[in-house]
């Protein structure tokens, strides 16, 4: 893509300004190291689950699990391996994006395996089938955890001192995770891939009829969004200096859905848009009505869906004002 | 038309629960013909279709595509060697533009893979203009007409560049003009384009008409194969479909 | 005590769950049977009636057996508002339920949870609620021999059968309930013979989060009290029930609760033999989304589910 064509595009520009702000506000010290991993955290789980549910439009209920899932995956290994411990304040933290992959990892892979069964159900009986995965993980974990090491009381992991790493370096890895979650997720839009994802979640029986491998993408579409939730899991429970069983907390979907509804559906703008809308909808109402907040953001959202179902996004992406090509734009 | 056979149906069966929706047909789709299926409603043609490609797996028998068995292969398999297929119930996805349903279909079809997006949108962008949607080529699809989508489903079927198309009562539901414009498109896709074509169809004196070759299904089973004429002339036709033999020998001459 | 009266207590206790997970399911399999209308608020919706009993109890002193009529009442009341302002815009015209919409009503059931937990969780403090000491007879337990059964267990297994048995005869008999049915087998079909969809629709709305929130006085029965993280219990537990039941079922979700809390039962025995005893409560709730998947991928319809 020449660079023209580039800046003609606000998307890519938006990725550009948002990983340039951010960074500067570290550099600058406009926020708390620990306010900027949260931001990422929660764009980047937004932006994780979107490659499924917001491409390919299955309604992944109970996508916390994989934040579980590889948080204690990353956790036991620094846990129990004091090289990975010893590796995450060197070299500013990269090493432990990697430590990170490999957790990841593990969420894809299990994504993959109950994907093959679980990615035939459509509508409400996938999105059923996940929170099901969810607690029967959760259920799982609590039951062995503790078996493994009777300092894992309740299945809960507190880092030791040698497995802990400086923020920076944390701030590092969420940093570079971040950005290759967003750089992805726009890659996949505007691939063949991408497309045929676009196509399964407007008709799958049609898209498979045109020639889209449905079973292949599906799988595929899940594994990344797995691996990319599982690794904003491992390096936020890093962050939090241990996991417990709320990794798994259905509450993080509420996060996760309510953004991608807010900003809209089925594209890259929307849920980074619905992301920050949500941040600052979150924190000024948190100050305001610290009790109320979520009651609130319950009503935006039940509003949302009932007069803007495609959400911001979508209205701006329907209206005419600058020719039709405003929609192509904004994708 | 040459009389190679490009598609073998070899006795095929489909049940469903207790119901044989179809019951060991045997027929062959040649090159470059245009074959008309009909039957009552319920006779099994969507079966057929989608047993051939691949929606259905046939509880019994074996279909053949230039030589190679597809039986039971997935859709999109079949639909990247070469078997498209339109919906009776059309199935644009509505919130692509006109042009980006095309062009999923030039990107998934024959040459899926080793096509670019450039060329996958001179593909669309070319038969968009051949079903003459082009005009439209940048409104969401959820915005066209009934008679528009089932012109997008050609069209989208087409730019996949199969060598066979199936067509599942792409008329129905269109005024006679439209249907005359349809006839038109077909002929000149079977003529110009080399397609072979096999039409499900109810508008008897439009099949009647375009077909080279007609094949009747009824209850599932394979009632009668022959030239439009022929059998039109057949009495178990008659009887058992056409109902008067005056009247479709007039759909034969029109 | 062998693991024979070990097995024993459990399966009796598991029983007697189930039964309130199958009353606790009812109103989930006609809502999501009849409308296609996943009710992500079901969690709340129990609790609706929960609270209420509670409340009137503890601050009242109402009768419980009194209250939970109240429980119906308030139910009713809340299916009634969601109907109106959560669903009718996006079901109530519509005859075939495509999966966008379908999609739509889960995100819109899914806002609608999110409001009422945290209602609850502000005015409660997320501190436990319930009639907690309230019996219905002077003594609290009944001894069995090989164990002893609280008498709340007993009552809300008692009152769950006699609940749903009123239900199933209301569905079945009444023309309401038939019109209702009809809808459910054919939405279509049903207007064409001059069914009101929209009423039924609404109706079904109402009955359905009326008998979820009578089902949470079963519930806060069985557990003396609740808070609110309890719904993220029993809702996916319904919602197993629920698919094991076979949608739309009533006495499906019943056995099917029933089955669920004896599987939960006699397999918290087991995996305490097998692994620990700690580790044999999650691990027997494991089981029931272990019974959820693979009916879902093995028996789509259900035990008592029709084929579709
Ligand atoms: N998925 C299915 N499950 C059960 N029965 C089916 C299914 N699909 C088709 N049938 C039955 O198989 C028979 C043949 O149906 P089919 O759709 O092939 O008929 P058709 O010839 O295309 O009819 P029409 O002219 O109405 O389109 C019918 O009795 C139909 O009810
Ligand atoms: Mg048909």
């Known amino acids: 893509m020449d660079i023209d064509e580039f800046f003609k595009r606000p998307t890519p520009l938006f990725i550009l ?91 894809a892979l299990v994504a993959f395996l109950v994907g093959i069964p679980v990615l035939k159900l459509k509508g409400a009986f996938f999105a059923i089938a996940t929170i099901g995965l969810d607690f029967a993980a959760l259920y799982i974990i609590k039951a062995f955890i503790p078996i493994l090491n009777p300092e894992f009381f309740g299945a809960q992991i507190i880092l030791p001192a040698y497995a802990l790493a400086y923020k920076d370096n944390v701030f590092v890895a969420m940093y570079i995770t971040f950005a290759l979650i967003i750089i992805a997720n726009y890659l996949i839009r505007r691939s063949r891939f991408g497309m045929g994802l676009l196509a399964i979640s407007e008709d799958e029986d049609a898209a498979e009829a045109l020639g889209v491998p449905t079973t292949k993408y599906k799988l595929i579409s899940f594994a990344l969004s797995a691996f990319f939730t599982g690794m904003l899991g491992a390096v936020f429970g890093l962050n939090s200096g241990g996991v417990d069983e709320n990794l798994f907390n259905l509450a993080h979907t509420i996060d996760m859905i309510v953004m991608i509804v807010i900003g809209g559906i089925g594209t890259v703008m929307g849920p980074l848009v619905g992301s920050i809308i949500y941040f600052i909808l979150y924190d000024t109402l948190l100050v305001t009505y610290p009790e109320f907040n979520l009651v609130i953001l319950g009503f935006i959202v039940a509003v949302i869906v009932l007069f803007a179902p495609r959400g911001v996004v979508g209205i701006l992406r329907g209206k005419q004002f600058m020719g039709k090509k405003l929609r192509d734009i904004i994708e | 038309m040459d009389e190679k056979e490009i598609i073998k149906i070899h006795n095929v069966t489909k049940r469903f629960g207790g119901l044989v929706a179809l019951d060991k047909v045997t027929f062959n789709i040649y090159k470059g013909e245009i074959l008309g299926i009909i039957g009552p409603n319920g006779a099994g043609k969507t079966t ?114 199969p060598e066979v198309i199936l067509l599942d009562e792409a008329l129905a539901g269109l005024n006679p003009k439209e249907v005359e414009e349809s006839l038109d498109i077909v002929r000149m896709i079977n ?44 009495p178990e036709v008659i009887t058992a479909y056409l109902g008067d033999k005056d009247l479709a020998l007039k759909f034969v001459k029109r | ?88 815009k996006i079901i109530g015209h519509v005859d075939v339920v495509t999966l966008r919409i379908e999609m739509s009503t889960l995100l819109e059931m899914f806002a609608i949870s999110i409001i009422l937990y945290n209602i609850y969780s502000f005015l409660t403090r997320s501190e436990p609620f319930g009639i907690g000491i309230w019996h219905l007879t002077p003594i609290s337990y009944i001894n069995l021999g090989y164990m002893s059964i609280q008498v709340n267990h007993l009552t ?31 939405s279509q079909a049903a207007a064409l013979v001059g069914i009101n969809p929209v009423r039924i629709k609404m109706l079904t709305t109402v009955i359905s989060i009326g008998f979820t929130a009578f089902s949470g006085f079963l519930v806060v029965l069985y557990e003396s009290a609740v808070v609110p993280s309890i719904s993220y219990k029993y809702a996916p537990l319904a919602f197993t029930i629920v698919v094991l039941g076979g949608l739309g079922s009533i006495i499906g979700s019943y056995i099917a609760g029933i089955i669920i809390g004896v599987t939960y039962g006699v397999s918290k025995v087991i995996f305490s033999v097998l692994v620990s005893k700690n580790a044999s409560d999650p691990l027997a709730l494991t089981m029931a989304f272990i019974i959820l998947v693979l009916t879902l991928l093995l028996k789509p319809e259900g035990l008592f589910g029709v084929k579709r």
């Open chain 2, 48 to 161: 057929l279709f989608n047993c051939i490609t691949g929606v259905y797996r046939p509880d019994d028998g074996k279909i053949f595509f230039n030589g190679l068995d597809i039986t039971g292969k997935p859709p999109h398999r079949i639909t990247q060697l070469g078997i498209v297929k339109t919906h009776q119930i059309v199935k644009p996805f509505n919130e692509f533009t006109v042009l980006e349903n095309a062009m999923i279909g030039a990107l998934f079809g024959r040459r899926a893979g080793k096509i670019s997006k450039d060329e996958a949108r001179e593909i669309a962008l070319k038969n968009l203009e051949l079903v003459g949607l082009i005009e439209k080529k940048d409104e969401l699809a959820s915005g066209l007409t009934l008679h528009e989508k089932k012109f997008l489903e050609l069209a989208r079927a087409l730019s996949a560049e």
């Open chain 2, 191 to 234: 003529k110009e384009l080399g397609k072979t074509i096999v039409m499900v169809e109810h508008v008897m004196h439009a099949v009647m008409n375009v077909a080279n070759r007609i094949v009747v299904l009824h209850f599932g089973k394979l009632l009668a194969e022959g030239s439009p004429k022929e059998v039109a002339e057949m």
């Open chain 3, 156 to 186: 809300a297994a008692a009152l769950s059968l006699v609940a749903t048995f009123i239900i199933y005869q209301f569905i079945s008999k009444t023309p309401t309930g038939k019109a209702i049915r009809a809808v459910m087998q054919d």
């Open chain 1, 17 to 107: 300004i948002l990983l340039i702000v951010i960074l500067i506000a570290k550099l600058l010290r406009l926020e708390t190291t620990d306010y900027l991993i949260t931001i990422m955290f929660f764009i980047g789980i937004a932006m994780a689950l979107n490659i499924i549910m917001g491409f390919a439009g299955y309604v992944s209920f109970g996508h916390t699990v994989f934040l579980g899932i590889s948080g204690y995956v990353f956790a036991l290994l620094v846990y129990y391996n004091r090289d990975f411990a010893n590796l995450m304040n060197m070299y500013s933290g990269i090493p432990i994006f990697f430590i990170a992959l490999l957790a990841g990892g593990v969420s």
């Open chain 3, 1 to 88: 005590m062998t693991i024979l009266t070990d097995l024993l207590i459990n399966l009796t206790s598991g029983f007697l769950w189930g039964t309130v997970l199958g009353a606790v399911s009812v109103g989930l399999t006609l809502i999501w049977g009849v409308m296609k209308v996943v009710n992500l608020a079901h969690g709340e919706s129990i609790l609706l009636g929960a609270y209420v009993v509670s409340a009137l109890y503890l601050f009242l002193n109402v009768d419980p057996l009194l209250a939970m009529f109240v429980a119906l009442v308030s139910g009713l009341l809340l299916g009634f508002a969601i109907y109106w302002l959560g669903l009718h």
